[in-house]
């Protein structure tokens, strides 16, 4: 290795504590396409299993996952500071779950039989296979560091490909664990890498790898640099960005219920989740209790290391975290927001910003138009459903939002309205760890699918298979009235009554070309 070539290491810290907890060698960009070829080797046999076959390997991880589930959720721990039970719920079920799914529906999704129910085509079969791309990228972010990477491995494998992985730099210990225990559930060799390192080095190594589809978690900023970049060189992507997601609290409310689920979501993670409540709307008549409620709830919330006992909120993943929530509350502030909790950092050793709410807020400020990655909650009031539904809307993104109410199909014709790619009621983002659930948001959130049968779609290239026996002729018992060639002297009317008599509109006229297409189907000669 030359020295411009030298190997760049990683250091895992704890943003509670500022240790570290290890330094990690990066992989090089040679090591990265080393990965990509040694890959595409072991995807081929591993094509060529059945499902059932992958889908045990997945099923051995299941119960070692399962069994080592504290000694992941403390690597989270160390590495983003939530508390080691957050981790567990937010991080583990959502891939312990997806091997649930994927052993319920993968089959099925990856052959499914098609009903073929024109006449025309009765003597035949179709079915769609389901073949895997090859050799996935996958870029992935720290604020979920297990369950994000986790999940799209798993989809990724069940459907019989290979996964070239770039986790987070800041949580690289946590993106080690899904190929160690995979490896130990007899994952066979090379099908996934975990190459650790940083985003425009490692990261941008993969980009230009020989991969076959590219699937990014993360910024905005990065993932439509990555999107260019694949998009040039017909590389398929599937982009899951950030949000900014409401929460629309409507005047029949369960407001106890409406302002623990807000207040849950926003600060969950310490507030670095995509699909948090970021921006809470009230009705005017119910906005002030509302609003003294979730500043109750908000003071309460016990801020720490999340490796200790009874904390539930830890810390930003690193200082620069905390400066950039500092810049967006002190803009706010200084264009009128008014803090009703928090509004500073705390004066502790770690990256801990206090969680926060704020009133008298606009659309203007940088708490609305950008996506605040903290515990910040912005509260405001609405007239009207149209009002509500206009504020919500009013974002360059669409992930998720909620709608609380007691009335659920008036929260349904509110969802509606709602530009967001999953909208939940009486409830917020939480169905990430729920596999029968599409995830993917509309607008600046990102394009594709990841979990449910869409999940497994997006990973797989479909393949429509029509069967039909060898010495039957199609369309028609009568071989001259086939449309294979050559066309009978009276093809031009029969087609034509056939069309009247599979498609025209009125049972009288369908039915008087009846006998005709009877005769079509079954042979003149045999009536
Ligand atoms: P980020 O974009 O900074 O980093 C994400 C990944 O991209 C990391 O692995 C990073 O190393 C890599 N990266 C950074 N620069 C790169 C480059 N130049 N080339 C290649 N790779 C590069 O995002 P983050 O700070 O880790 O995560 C927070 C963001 O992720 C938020 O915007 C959040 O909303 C979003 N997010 C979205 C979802 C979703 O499902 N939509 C889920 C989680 C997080």
Not at 386 to 411: H, I, P, Q
Request: hydrophobic fraction near 35%.
């Amino acid at each position: 290795m030359s020295e411009s070539e030298e190997r760049e290491t990683v250091k895992s810290f704890n943003p509670a504590s500022g240790d570290v907890n290890d330094e990690i060698e990066a992989a090089t960009p040679a090591e990265v396409d080393e990965a990509v070829e040694a890959a595409r080797e072991a995807q081929k046999s591993w094509a060529s299993r059945s499902v059932e076959e992958r889908l045990h390997v997945l099923d051995v991880f299941q119960d070692h996952l399962i069994r080592r589930r504290e000694e992941v959720a403390r690597t989270i721990a160390s590495e983003t500071g939530k508390p080691v039970g957050e981790g567990l719920v937010t991080d583990l079920i959502p891939v312990i779950d997806a091997v649930r799914f994927l052993k319920k529906r993968g089959p099925e999704v990856m052959e499914t039989r098609l009903d073929l129910d024109n006449i025309m085509v009765m003597d035949r079969k179709s079915k769609i296979v389901r073949e895997p791309l090859g050799v996935l990228g996958m870029i992935t972010p720290w604020n979920y560091p297990f369950g994000i990477p986790g999940s799209q491995v798993i989809y990724a494998l069940l459907a019989g490909n290979a996964v070239v992985l770039k986790p987070a730099r800041e949580t690289t210990l946590t993106g080690l664990k899904i190929e160690e225990i995979l490896v130990d559930a007899g994952l066979p060799e090379d099908l996934l890498h975990v190459v650790p390192g940083g985003g425009s080095t490692v990261g941008q190594a993969l980009i230009e790898s020989d991969i076959d589809q590219m699937t990014f978690t993360g910024s905005n900023e990065v993932g439509e640099m990555i999107q260019e970049q694949c998009a040039e060189r017909g590389v398929p992507t599937t982009m899951e960005l950030g949000g900014s997601d409401p929460a629309v609290v409507l005047d029949d409310a369960n407001l106890d219920n409406a302002t623990s689920g807000i207040v849950w979501s926003r600060f969950m993670n310490c507030g670095q989740t995509c699909a948090a409540a970021k921006r809470a709307y009230a009705h005017d008549s119910v906005f002030d209790e509302f609003r003294d409620e979730v500043v109750r709830k908000v003071e309460n919330l016990r801020v720490g290391n999340g490796a200790e006992e009874n904390v539930d909120m830890g810390p930003l993943i690193d200082d620069g975290a905390v400066e950039e929530i500092e810049r967006q509350v002190e803009e706010s502030v200084e264009m009128g927001a008014e803090v009703l909790a928090g509004g500073e950092r705390l004066d502790r050793e770690g990256s801990f910003y206090a969680p926060t709410v704020l009133g008298n807020v606009t659309h203007d400020m940088p708490v609305i138009r950008e996506e605040t990655f903290g515990p910040v909650l912005p509260l405001m009031s609405f007239e009207n459903e149209d009002e509500a539904v206009k504020k919500a809307n009013d974002t360059r993104f669409g992930l998720t939002a909620s709608v609380w109410t007691r009335d659920t199909d008036r929260g349904e014709r509110v969802a509606r309205r709602i530009e967001a790619g999953t909208v939940v009621i009486n409830d917020h983002g939480y169905t990430y760890g729920i596999n029968e659930t599409p995830w993917g948001g509309f607008k600046d959130s990102g394009h594709g699918r990841t979990h449910g049968v869409w999940g497994i779609e997006e990973v797989t290239r479909m393949k429509h298979i029509n069967k039909g026996s060898a010495d039957t002729v199609p369309r028609s018992l009568r071989p001259e009235t086939t449309w294979w060639f050559p066309y009978s002297d009276d093809y031009l009317e029969t087609m034509g009554d056939g069309i009247e008599f599979l498609y025209g509109n009125g049972v009288v006229r369908r039915a008087t070309k009846a006998p005709k297409m009877l005769k079509e189907l079954i042979g003149r000669d045999k009536l």
